[in-house]
């Protein structure tokens, strides 16, 4: 039995082979495609200090910068939120959206509420994951006593737009 199937793919293979097609090169456009250089980038380690958490755009919340603004001079930024309990839904619960390239947080303890533009209201708990697309309305509509999260964003400076 063996046999045969090593005869039948041998057999098949050949066939299979025949009716793949060759990638066909990119047209060349004469032009070379710029992009702008990136700043360089330096070695920065943050260890853990209750000290180096501190307040930030909002009141509910303290942030701890991990110093990859400074290393990247710009180009990322990232720190640890630490949510301030109790949860005030009328205070937390504003509609915004930040002027961003990119946006990913990923929850390190308790777990978090929030509605995305499109996604509808989802709890994140910790492990949870999830990259905000530029400029996606969303809103914090509840979170744990516990709630820290790892934020990561580009660029390092950038805006954030409370809708009505």
């Keep these: ?3 045969t ?3 039948a793919k041998s057999a098949a293979s050949p066939a299979r082979r025949a009716k793949t097609t060759k990638r066909r090169p990119l047209a060349k456009t004469g032009t070379k495609a710029k992009t702008k250089a990136r700043p360089k980038q330096t070695f920065v ?6 000290d180096d958490f501190e307040g930030g755009l909002r009141r509910y919340a303290k942030y701890r910068d991990l110093g990859i603004s400074q ?3 710009g180009m990322v930024q990232a720190h640890v939120i630490r949510f301030v309990p ?5 205070e937390v619960s504003k509609r915004h959206y930040h002027d961003v390239e990119f946006q990913m947080v990923y929850v390190l303890k308790g777990w978090i509420k929030t509605e995305l533009e499109g996604q509808g ?4 708990k910790a492990g ?11 809103v914090v ?4 006593d516990d709630c820290e999260v790892l934020e990561v964003i580009l660029p390092a400076d950038f805006k954030t737009v409370e809708l009505a």
């Design 121 to 124: 209201a989802i709890v994140m």
């Design 128 to 138: 949870s994951c999830w990259i905000q697309p530029p400029r996606i309305e969303h």
């Design 45 to 50: 380690v943050s260890h853990h200090r209750e």
């Design 71 to 73: 290393a990247t001079k």
């Design 86 to 90: 109790p949860c005030r839904p009328e």
């Design 141 to 144: 509509l509840d979170y744990s």
């Design 5 to 7: 199937r090593a005869k």
């Design 1 to 3: 039995m063996a046999k």
